[in-house]
């Protein structure tokens, strides 16, 4: 087997040197003279755990060369971050890289004397009252050059750096998602819109990028990289890369270039790039420039190579992180772009995921895939590492101390033997309760192999079922009895949050009780909410998911984890279930029932059938109603229910029901003085159990220009979730049918065409298995007291078979 990591000690019987005896030393630390930055701090670090392992302090002086019994350190050019371990006569030489490689030269000989540091408070300095060297020579090269663990728990520079990560010291300036930075909308877009990309037919800066094949963006992007390398004269790389969304650029200039790419939207971006990264290596050639191999842009181009002083950095964020990407079938398309990118470069970075956005504290079974990837990773020629895991304020992700650890093992060395790893930092950190905790990190991960697992998983994800739970809690009341100090309690105590925290969302599912729609014990769930988040404070822990405070999330759950009044329409077959002040969402339709995703930021105003209003059909964010928790009544049963916006947009919604068919009409009202942008979009989505099967999701209908459509979305080597809109004659000819599999209730969408301009889809398997369709109506500037109008009408059907179902 290679060892990238280290020489090993082969020679147990050669020549040695004593370095302590009994506790007593004759050696010296030495440095140069002067001693950098980095001489000093290994020399103290030697020096420091020399004497708590063996009570001998080594003095530190510059070296003298005619001195005997010297631990030099000395540092030489051009090997980086590597170092090597040599005796020589009755010294011992550590040398290594000017960049850190001495610091891991010494971290390297203390971890060979088995040192450890496990977290920023737990360590492991062996009692060593003789330290003996054996005479030969050792050398220390990590596997990767770029290793960060983007953990809270893992940002405390004495850990990273004993643990021999580098990202805190791998300068970037700007890192990622850097468009917004180079052609700003609000310095650009009034006078020179064709620097944006054109989406759609129309130029657009809200969810899209900039333009990659304009002249003028390519120079104003060489301009501002110079400006950038100004600011920080001392970063390493500059990051040229697209926004966190799609919205790529559909100009002929760009689309030619895709199509002489094969097709891949990266094409575009590694040629913009090119460009420069060649203008800048002319005047900064240790400059180097990173961009992105992400969602729309993973797949490489077929033609074009990265430049030289160009470093891709391959984010997979659509994969399964439950099981070994190389034999998952999900992630079949993602090892395929890897391997296809390192055919063509040799400088790739990777993006790696380990963590779940929406729910930080959830039980996230991956570590056999880590112990799989990251020596994948290396078979693939990649270069470099950052893991993503949970960095908010406080920290307290899942098992995040125990993965920061394990991950700065691999990343120093992917041979390294992961179950034991485990073993000894479960020891030293949990203690008498080791064991139990043990068990359950077991049992945890057992549900990781035989369910897939996403970055965005529901609370009630499949493996976290209520078997699950109930064993997890019997195992960790097991633990806490176990504990015999008040550190390994907490220690304990934190490591039940996942579970503790699990149980709470999942009380959050909503239920049709009389003329409601509520959770369950809502009084005890409220003090229980409550206690848990004045719990999780007292431990220092500020955000359960990504980009939520604690305020935010409170607030969150007050407003929408409360009753809500119902309203119900009722025909001699069929019944329909609204909530008024849910965007009038209809959550019951026959057989249909909306889907459910406790714990969810949007739950319980998400999924089902119900009407948005946006100021285009590219707008993310709709205008925001607050809906009236009032019906007004018509003949037969019809009831309308409004809502009205700062925007001075009154809303209303119209529904009936004929039959089994829902029949609505929403009509949108311009009260004030001024003219608003006006596209009203109609929705349904079709949201199985988690766990079910998404690959069977599809979409029947038949377009206007006669073209019969049947589509599956899953393809195998393809992609785990898709979307897509239709126009002109691709649209569905009045009416289209959302399915899953068998026995579970689709959806039949029709519409009026004549107010159509746009149908989109959206497919994902991932999490919750979901395809939402919905229609557009033809965008308006709304003038003062004009009105827009869209009818849209609803029926449920038995699925696959695509009959009308009923009560």
Known sequence: ??????????????????????????????????????????????????????????????????ATHQVRIRERDGLGEASSIEISGSGLIIEGGRDRGVLNGVYSLLDQLGCRWFTRTVSHIPNRRTIVIPKTRQQFRPAFEYRDVY????????????????????????????????????????????????????????????????????????????????????????????????????????????????????GPLVRFVNHVAEQI???????????????????????????????????????????????????????????????ITNRIYVWHYSTNFEHYLLPFPNFKELAADVPMYRRHGVTGIFMQGSPAPGGGGEFAELRSYVLARLLWNPDANVEAEINSFLAAVFGSAAKSVRAYFDLVQRQGRANHLWVYDPADSPYVHTRFLDQADAILRRAASQAVSPEIRERVERVRLGIDYAKLR????????GDWFQPRGLDALRTDFNRFFDRIRELGIEHVREGVPPEMERAMFDQGTRPFRTVTLSSASTRAIAIPEL???????????????????????????????????????????????????????EVAISGASPDDLIITRKMRLDGGRLETVTEVHNVGETSRPVTIQAIAELRLDPGANGEQLALAYRTVSGTQVDRTFFEPRGETGRSGFLRGDNLPAGVWHAYGPAGTPGIEHSFEINEVDRCDWAWTLRGVPTLAISCWSKPVTLEPARRVMLKSHYRATSGRGGKPSGR
């Not at 970037?172 to 064709?194: L, N, T």
Request: aromatic share 12%; proline share 7%.
């Open 1 to 66: 087997m290679r060892h990238w990591w280290i020489g090993l000690w082969a020679c147990v019987a050669c020549a040695q040197i004593k370095l302590v005896e009994n506790g007593g030393s004759r050696y010296t630390i030495c440095t140069e003279d002067p001693a950098s930055a980095h001489q000093q701090r290994a020399a103290a670090e030697l020096q420091r755990f020399v004497a708590q392992m063996s009570g001998a302090k080594f003095p530190v002086s510059p070296c003298a060369e005619s």
């Open 151 to 266: 953990f809270t728990e893992a940002r405390d520079p004495e850990w990273s750096a004993r643990n021999r990560l580098n990202g805190q010291h791998v300068i970037y300036h700007p890192f990622v998602h850097s468009f917004p930075a180079i052609i700003p909308h609000e310095q650009y877009f009034a006078s020179h819109p064709e620097y944006f990309a054109l989406v759609d037919g129309q130029r657009r800066w809200e969810r899209a990028q900039i333009c990659l094949t304009n002249p003028d963006v390519m120079r104003i992007a060489v301009d501002r990289t110079r400006q950038w390398i100004r600011e920080r004269p001392d970063s390493k790389f500059v990051s040229i890369s697209q926004n966190d969304w799609t919205g790529y650029c559909e100009c002929d200039r760009c689309r030619r270039v895709e199509a002489e790419e094969g097709g891949a939207h990266s």
């Open 281 to 343: 290596e002319r005047e900064h050639p240790d400059k180097k420039i990173d961009t992105l191999a992400y969602w729309y842009t993973e797949p490489p181009p077929t033609k074009t190579r990265p430049h030289k002083n160009v470093w891709i950095r391959f984010a997979p964020i659509r994969a399964c992180q439950s099981h070994p990407y190389e034999s998952c079938p999900y992630n079949a398309r993602v090892t395929g772009n890897l391997r296809r990118w390192s055919e």
């Open 506 to 513: 999942r009380r959050q599912q909503f239920f049709l009780e």
């Open 583 to 637: 965007n009038s969402r209809v959550i019951e339709l026959g057989a249909y029932r909306v889907g459910i995703d406790p714990g969810s930021w949007r739950y319980p105003d998400q999924s089902g059938i119900w009407p948005q209003a946006h100021a285009s059909a590219h707008h993310r964010v709709p205008y925001q109603f607050t809906w009236a928790d009032v019906v007004d009544r018509g003949p037969a049963g």
